[in-house]
């Protein structure tokens, strides 16, 4: 298939598509993936898109938050985000296009300078492909007005501002090269005990941490994918900004929109099979990364937990 030829390939697929579109790329540019929503043949297919939202990414310009605007309020519609994405994948029905073209005009050929890109058809019942979509969605977070909202408020903040660079996959490598595997976004809770610690080891100057606790910063930085070279205010509005945008966290939100006992959130967090030490780190960082989202009050002997400002 020529570069050509690749947006061409998507476009056949949604056109064919009649019971379900699955749109998968982490970079996405609202009037390509217009293009592509405007080919769909059905107002009854289930269109579902899953990409990340880095506020750098945003404000540099590679990937448009008005994406949204093709899913809010709109049945058989839904966006997810999933924040440590680098697949691009295209299913219409059972028809899948794999490869590395994101939903860009360089990406599909619709650009006078185009990328080299690939896309190769397969099935969904070929090997690895279900069980993609199932780990997909397990590390992934439903776009709704907050969550945009969240996100809206933190790329205004960077935008205009010094970027730092939009890769930042060699960085996040350097760090956890001799840790092996890092967990998975979909279970993981942070594991440095003192979150204050975290800036340390993010700007190398840990040579008063433990090697536990700069092994855990590490593991954690990596997960959380933060870019280098940042001062520690943005760093910290990063930080909260990657926490927010986690699976565990982003249950937790919704669960304390009304005011929970110490003891509710120590059972919901129980759920999730995290030990006592994991979900007391977790709270420690919500109170430090999100302290202007969540109030701590302590009436009648019990800690209480709750959202400050349901607007944010």
């Not at 092994?215 to 070279?229: F, S």
């Amino acid at each position: 298939m020529s570069v050509a030829h690749l947006g061409k390939a998507v476009e056949e697929l949604c056109t064919s598509a009649v019971h379900e579109l699955l749109l998968v790329a982490p970079f996405i540019k609202e009037p390509v993936l217009s293009h592509l929503l405007s080919r769909v043949g059905s107002d009854e297919v289930e269109v579902t898109c899953v990409t990340r939202w880095h506020p750098h990414e945003i404000a540099a310009g590679v990937s448009d938050l008005s994406v949204w605007r093709h899913f809010r309020h709109l049945p058989r519609r839904r966006l997810f985000l999933r924040q440590d994405l680098h697949a691009k994948y295209y299913r219409g029905d059972g028809e899948c296009l794999v490869g590395s073209a994101n939903i860009t005009a360089a990406a599909f050929g619709y650009s006078a300078t185009p990328n080299l890109e690939l896309l190769v058809p397969a099935r969904l019942g070929d090997s690895g492909l279900e069980m993609f979509e199932e780990r997909l969605f397990l590390g992934a977070i439903e776009v709704d007005d907050r969550v945009f909202s969240d996100v809206s408020c933190l790329v205004e903040k960077f935008d205009g501002a010094a970027k730092p660079p939009i890769n930042a996959t060699s960085f996040v490598e350097s760090l956890s090269a001799d840790l092996g595997p890092v967990e998975d976004l979909a279970t993981w809770t942070p594991l440095l005990r003192r979150p204050e610690d975290l800036y340390l080891v993010y700007s190398q100057d840990a040579d008063d941490l433990s090697k536990a606790e700069i092994d855990a910063a590490t593991r954690d930085l990596a997960v959380l994918r933060v870019v280098p070279g940042l001062d520690k205010p943005d760093f910290e509005a990063m930080v909260g900004h990657a926490l927010l945008l986690t699976p565990i966290v982003q249950r937790l939100d919704r669960f304390v929109y009304k005011s929970r006992r110490f003891g509710e959130v120590r059972d919901f967090l129980a759920a999730f099979e995290i030990n006592e030490r994991r979900w007391q780190t977790l709270l420690r960082w919500l109170n430090y990364y999100l302290e202007d989202r969540y109030s701590y009050t302590r009436p009648h002997f019990t800690e209480v937990i709750c959202r400050k400002n349901l607007n944010l």
